[in-house]
């Protein structure tokens, strides 16, 4: 009987891509069509609230049409014979939808929301406050928390803190396989979380960028798309 393996995925919007789900960068990716420093800063949120809320009202309505994929369900299913965590870039919920039950998400959660002024370092990071609203939107006027404050979207904007990123270093660093899918490792401080691989870990990268390759020395890379790239790394585990 072979041992369990520590396995963590780091995954990003690539692995969600194939869900019908718009990546943020590449080809009609969504900071293609709208200035982030409009609707993913805290300046943007205060500049023009309304706006901010209509851009991720819009994406909490298109991620309720969409469906897990072939990828999400095989990193569910790796469950059954390993000790699996997955650290998310995304903010959609398809990991959790395609069964998975450790998910760490490092940029916050779309059907989320909490008072503006929660969850801040003030609080602790508390998540007393944070409320799951599912997918339906969110309006003007809307308020909750101790001091009825605006409610905003639960997601991490470009200049706030990574409030798990340390959980998710933890967890990198008792790690025996590494998978990182779905991500072109340009988002920091998430880019940086496969420096946290112990001695020994074995680290795969699945992406369809073959100037990806050389990226991470060691690497194992699989140039493919998410869902025929974890097919090819399900198949490899088979003889680890």
Same mark, same amino acid.
């Given at each position: 009987?072979?041992?369990?393996?520590?396995? &963590?995925?780091?995954?990003?919007?690539?692995?969600?891509?194939?869900?019908?789900?718009?990546?943020?960068?590449?080809?009609?990716? $969504?900071?293609?069509?709208?200035? &982030?420093?409009?609707?993913?800063?805290?300046?943007?949120?205060?500049?023009?609230?309304?706006?901010?809320?209509?851009?991720?009202?819009?994406?909490?309505?298109?991620?309720?049409?969409?469906?897990?994929?072939?990828? #999400?369900?095989?990193?569910?299913? $790796?469950?059954?014979? !390993?000790?699996?965590? &997955?650290?998310?870039?995304?903010?959609?919920?398809? #990991?959790?939808?395609?069964?998975?039950?450790?998910?760490? !998400?490092?940029?916050?959660?779309?059907?989320?929301?909490?008072?503006?002024?929660?969850?801040?370092?003030? %609080?602790?990071?508390?998540?007393?406050?944070?409320?799951?609203?599912?997918?339906?939107?969110?309006?003007?006027?809307?308020?909750?928390?101790?001091?009825?404050?605006?409610?905003?979207? #639960?997601?991490?904007?470009?200049?706030?803190?990574?409030?798990?990123?340390?959980?998710?270093?933890?967890?990198?660093?008792?790690?025996?396989?590494?998978?990182?899918?779905?991500?072109?490792?340009? &988002?920091?401080?998430?880019?940086?979380?496969? !420096?946290?691989?112990?001695?020994?870990?074995?680290?795969?990268?699945? %992406?369809? %960028?073959?100037? $990806?390759?050389?990226?991470?020395?060691?690497?194992?890379?699989?140039?493919?798309?998410?869902?025929?790239?974890?097919?090819?790394?399900?198949? %490899? $585990?088979?003889?680890?």
């Amino acid at each position: 009987m072979k041992t369990k393996k520590n396995i &963590v995925v780091l995954s990003g919007s690539g692995i969600s891509a194939e869900s019908g789900i718009s990546t943020f960068r590449g080809g009609n990716g $969504l900071w293609d069509n709208v200035p &982030v420093e409009e609707i993913c800063t805290p300046e943007g949120w205060m500049r023009n609230p309304a706006k901010v809320l209509k851009f991720y009202n819009n994406l909490r309505a298109q991620m309720a049409t969409k469906e897990p994929n072939e990828a #999400h369900r095989i990193v569910a299913e $790796l469950e059954s014979d !390993h000790n699996v965590c &997955v650290v998310t870039q995304n903010v959609d919920n398809l #990991h959790e939808r395609a069964g998975s039950t450790r998910v760490v !998400h490092l940029h916050g959660e779309l059907t989320k929301v909490r008072p503006e002024d929660c969850y801040t370092e003030r %609080d602790g990071y508390s998540l007393k406050y944070v409320q799951d609203i599912g997918y339906r939107a969110v309006e003007l006027g809307e308020v909750g928390g101790p001091r009825s404050r605006q409610l905003r979207p #639960h997601i991490v904007w470009f200049g706030e803190a990574v409030p798990n990123l340390e959980t998710a270093a933890r967890l990198v660093s008792v790690a025996d396989i590494l998978v990182i899918v779905g991500t072109s490792l340009q &988002v920091y401080p998430a880019a940086s979380l496969y !420096h946290y691989a112990p001695s020994g870990c074995r680290i795969y990268l699945i %992406d369809p %960028d073959d100037k $990806l390759g050389g990226h991470i020395p060691g690497v194992t890379f699989i140039n493919d798309v998410a869902t025929a790239g974890m097919r090819r790394f399900k198949e %490899d $585990l088979q003889n680890l």
